[in-house]
Structures are given as C-alpha cells and as structure tokens.
Nanobody
C-alpha cells in the first residue's frame, strides 16, 4: 500500500518561511513526478510546483522566486521550501505522486497525501 505523509505546515507571519516535506512509502519502483498543490477555502485546488524525474521543475506564477521544490529520489521524498510567505499563500497544501510504478509493476496514475495546513498571518 502506498502512502504519502506530509509534514512541516503551521502558522507563520508574513515574510516568514516554512519547509514542507512529503515522504512516499510503499513498494515503489519509480515515480514519474512529484508535486505540491494547494487549496484555499472556497477555491479550487491549484498546482504550486512540480518536479518531474529528470526534467525541469515548474512553478505557479504566484510563487516563482519564493518557493523551491526539490526531490530526494533515494528517499522518495519531495520538499517545498517556502520563503517570503504572504497571507494569500494560506491554504491546505497537498503532495501528489504522479505516474507511480510499484515493484510488482502495477501502475497507478497518481496518489495524494492527506494535506497539511499552512496559515500566514499579516
């Protein structure tokens, strides 16, 4: 069974920083891409950043220059370093693993984490 466990959310003042982590556990053979999404109250879930295997990372325009996504493939872990946080960054942040192949060669298009709350006060 595959699980994504996020950590690192919390309450921070505007201008502060947080680092989110997401560890994928299970009998993983490969993961095509890992990403972070967020959903604010009353809004749709949106892509924040994505890190494809062997590809170029990509970011939402609203976070470019402030957030950095990185992966540790050996640990099946993805991180999101968030700097210069703004109140509009307040949301539940979700980790997503895309294109997951298990050791058994079973393929799943994606898995989601349970989400972690990030609250930025003004």
């Amino acid at each position: 069974q595959v699980q994504l466990v996020e950590s690192g959310g919390g309450l921070v003042q505007a201008g502060g920083s947080l680092r989110l982590s997401c560890a994928v556990s299970g009998s993983i053979f490969s993961i095509n891409a890992m990403g972070w999404y967020r959903q604010a109250p009353g809004k749709q879930r949106e892509l924040v950043a994505i890190a494809p295997s062997g590809g170029t990372t990509d970011y939402a325009d609203s976070v470019k220059g402030r957030f950095t996504i990185s992966r540790d493939n050996a640990k099946n872990t993805v991180y999101l370093q968030m700097n210069s946080l703004k109140p509009e960054d307040t949301a539940v942040y979700y980790c997503k693993a895309l294109g997951v192949t298990l050791v058994s060669r079973w393929y799943e298009p994606h898995y989601w984490g349970q989400g972690t709350q990030v609250t930025v006060s003004s």
